[in-house]
């Protein structure tokens, strides 16, 4: 038990054994910054920015989802994202409506001409993707989604 300990100690901040370089939040955070980089690049190419962009690809997937829900799926905050969503909205990529149920909620709603710039926008930023996961296989791409799904489940505040 000793022995394991010790190899991960060069992991934790807190150790002197601890390398930066080998703290996965240092590459987390690098993989992030260069990750948005590259997508802003790619984005600005097709005058999009990253906030239309996950706002639509959240949308493509789930259809209609209530400003919040996109906050949480999009990771940013709520403020941001209604600005975006209405923003969108002027351009006619979305439309949003009030909750059937809580009038107090709006709902947002992915229009076709939403759909048609996302399906753009991703012929335009699909060598971002093919770049980043080069000689990775099917295997490892979903063992790298399971760890950052577990870390992440260790972190939550739930």
Do not use: C
């Amino acid at each position: 038990m000793k022995n394991k300990t010790k190899k991960l100690s060069k992991y934790k901040p807190a150790s002197d054994e601890f390398e930066f370089r080998q703290f996965p939040f240092y590459w987390m955070m690098k993989l992030s910054n260069r990750y948005a980089h590259q997508m802003e690049v790619a984005l600005k190419k097709v005058n999009m920015n990253i906030s239309y962009w996950r706002v639509g690809m959240i949308l493509r997937e789930h259809g209609v989802l209530s400003i919040s829900e996109i906050a949480t799926h999009a990771v940013y905050r709520l403020p941001t994202i209604t600005k975006t969503v209405y923003k969108m909205q002027e351009n006619g990529f979305v439309t949003i409506k009030p909750n059937d149920d809580d009038r107090r909620v709006s709902m947002v709603t992915i229009t076709d001409q939403g759909l048609e710039t996302i399906e753009s926008i991703i012929t335009n930023t699909t060598d971002v993707f093919n770049n980043a996961f080069d000689g990775m296989t099917e295997a490892q791409l979903r063992n790298l989604t399971s760890s950052l799904q577990h870390i992440f489940s260790n972190l939550s505040e739930e």
